[in-house]
């Protein structure tokens, strides 16, 4: 709090006049950069309604890296740790984001036949929260909840085989392409 009193220039008294304390500053601090976040990526997403849904995602992704490249994983852990209020809002946020908007968009696509439909997108989605966080938020226990054929089929097998479909593989080639 000293700290950010004195890169403001004012008192701790002045920042204790608006928060009551660290946690509901951070948590404040925190909501008001995922309200940003998700403001950015539903405008663009509504900008964008010609796009293909698979590009919508990857645009959801290079949102959420540009932000959490502003932070350390220090933070992240701090905030598990020490404000869990605030780390709740994240973690709603993150599943609100990848559970939701991710998932809907990649079930859009394999509607569309773009990705193979036996490719399970809800074990997808948990896979790439724990990439995405590189294990820094793993709360997430797969092992208790898929099977190990299952892990190793959508984790090592469709990884290396790739999760789109042939047909939609080559569409994506040729468009690069022409």
């Not at 009551?20 to 405008?43: A, C, G, H, M, R």
């Not at 701090?78 to 994240?90: F, N, V």
């Amino acid at each position: 709090m000293d700290e950010l009193a004195r890169k403001l220039g004012i008192s701790k008294k002045t920042i204790y006049r608006y928060f009551k304390n660290k946690e509901e500053l951070v948590s404040e601090s925190l909501q008001f950069l995922l309200d940003k976040v998700e403001k950015e990526i539903e405008t663009h997403l509504k900008d964008g309604v010609a796009l293909p849904p698979l590009t919508k995602v990857v645009y959801i992704y290079k949102v959420g890296l540009k932000h959490m490249r502003s932070f350390s994983p220090s933070f992240f852990f701090g905030l598990r740790k020490y404000y869990p209020k605030a780390y709740d809002a994240y973690e709603s946020f993150r599943k609100k984001i990848v559970l939701g908007v991710v998932y809907k968009l990649l079930k859009e696509a394999q509607d569309l036949r773009q990705i193979k439909a036996d490719v399970n997108l809800k074990l997808v989605c948990e896979l790439n929260l724990m990439h995405m966080e590189n294990i820094v938020f793993s709360k997430l226990n797969l092992l208790e909840r898929y099977t190990m054929p299952q892990l190793l089929e959508h984790l090592i097998v469709n990884n290396l085989k790739g999760i789109l479909t042939f047909d939609y593989t080559k569409e994506c080639y040729l468009l690069k392409h022409t």
